[in-house]
């Protein structure tokens, strides 16, 4: 298996997904390396040499950022507010976040009807969270969902009802350098390009989402408020649920007021395997 290759950031991600079970069972009790290890099923030593490499620091270190109250912490510490007035319209294009992005989107006309004429083509990934399926149209990524906890069946018929009137064609290899590019391993530089297809308000919230930098989070009311529609809490949060481009539109960095995770639409799992690793990222950056 080669160092940083696909099948590696996946078998890492697995790891991670059991080490988070193995956690919770531990009810808020600290395992020492040599106990998590051996509940995996691994050497102490390999274990390490996971940690380290998926995400910089050792499992010990790491341990406190999958712990279950590790989301208050990170909205004490780091809640990013919204500018309003930059969200209140779709700007689009620009440096976001941590991430070089260039985005447009459908027009509300294209998205009344179904993205009936579109092609989106699709491709199985793997990705440092797990089998990833990614869609894209000639312009951009417009789909990114992941199945590691709800199959991959699931996840694939999750997106693709999204816009029933499109063909779809597998051809990952069309896909393959806009999702290096996604996950920070793309060798040209080359920005991932996102296509959004959705109704107003959505691009409004999938907007805001865009301003939230990486280890950091924010509250589905503080993205309210930055759209103009303080209220809108309830709507907000579904519309955050119906992002299609998982991780790149960072709808995981959502947060209850309460510090609680909220939902994630991939897994609960998922989402806190991305917050520990783009935390502890930020950390050691």
């Given at each position: 298996?080669?160092?940083?290759?696909?099948?590696?950031?996946?078998?890492?991600y697995?790891v991670?997904?059991r080490a988070?079970?193995e956690?919770?069972a531990?009810?808020?009790?600290?395992?020492?390396?040599?106990?998590?290890?051996?509940?995996?099923?691994?050497?102490?030593?390999?274990?390490?040499?996971?940690?380290t490499?998926?995400v910089?620091?050792?499992?010990?270190?790491?341990?406190?950022?999958?712990?279950?109250?590790?989301?208050?912490?990170?909205?004490?510490?780091?809640?990013?507010?919204?500018?309003?007035?930059?969200e209140?319209?779709?700007?689009?294009?620009?440096?976001?976040?941590d991430?070089?992005?260039?985005?447009?989107?459908?027009?509300?006309?294209e998205?009344?009807?179904?993205?009936?004429g579109?092609?989106?083509?699709?491709?199985?990934?793997?990705?440092?969270?797990?089998?990833?399926?990614v869609?894209g149209t000639g312009?951009?990524?417009?789909?990114?969902?992941?199945?590691?906890d709800?199959?991959?069946?699931?996840?694939?018929?999750?997106?693709?009802?999204?816009?029933?009137?499109a063909?779809?064609?597998?051809?990952?290899?069309?896909?393959?350098?806009?999702?290096a590019?996604?996950?920070g391993?793309?060798?040209?530089?080359?920005p991932?390009?996102?296509?959004l297809?959705?109704?107003?308000?959505?691009?409004?919230?999938?907007?805001?989402?865009?301003?939230?930098?990486?280890?950091?989070?924010?509250?589905?009311?503080?993205?309210?408020?930055?759209?103009?529609?303080?209220?809108?809490?309830?709507?907000?949060?579904t519309a955050?649920?119906?992002?299609?481009?998982?991780?790149?539109?960072p709808?995981?960095?959502?947060?209850?007021?309460?510090?609680?995770?909220?939902?994630?639409?991939?897994?609960l799992?998922?989402?806190?395997?991305m917050?520990?690793?783009?935390?502890?990222?930020?950390?050691?950056?």
């Open positions: 298996m080669a160092e940083g290759s696909e099948a590696e950031r996946g078998y890492h697995g991670i997904a988070i079970e956690l919770d531990a009810g808020g009790a600290r395992l020492s390396l040599e106990d998590l290890a051996a509940r995996l099923g691994m050497s102490a030593a390999h274990f390490q040499r996971v940690f490499r998926w910089g620091v050792s499992p010990k270190r790491y341990q406190q950022y999958l712990a279950l109250n590790h989301a208050r912490g990170l909205l004490a510490e780091r809640f990013t507010v919204l500018d309003a007035a930059q209140a319209g779709l700007s689009g294009g620009g440096r976001l976040h991430l070089f992005l260039r985005w447009e989107a459908m027009t509300p006309g998205y009344a009807k179904g993205a009936a579109l092609v989106i083509y699709w491709g199985w990934f793997d990705s440092p969270f797990g089998p990833a399926i869609m312009r951009g990524l417009c789909g990114m969902g992941f199945a590691a709800m199959g991959a069946e699931v996840a694939f018929e999750d997106l693709r009802k999204r816009w029933p009137k063909t779809y064609v597998e051809a990952p290899d069309r896909l393959r350098d806009w999702v590019a996604a996950f391993a793309a060798s040209s530089g080359e991932a390009p996102l296509y297809i959705g109704a107003p308000f959505q691009l409004k919230v999938w907007e805001a989402l865009l301003q939230v930098p990486s280890g950091h989070v924010t509250t589905y009311s503080e993205i309210a408020r930055a759209i103009g529609r303080p209220t809108a809490m309830r709507a907000v949060g955050v649920g119906r992002n299609p481009v998982s991780w790149l539109i709808c995981h960095r959502a947060l209850a007021k309460s510090g609680q995770l909220g939902g994630y639409h991939w897994g799992p998922v989402k806190r395997a917050l520990a690793y783009e935390a502890a990222r930020a950390d050691v950056a």
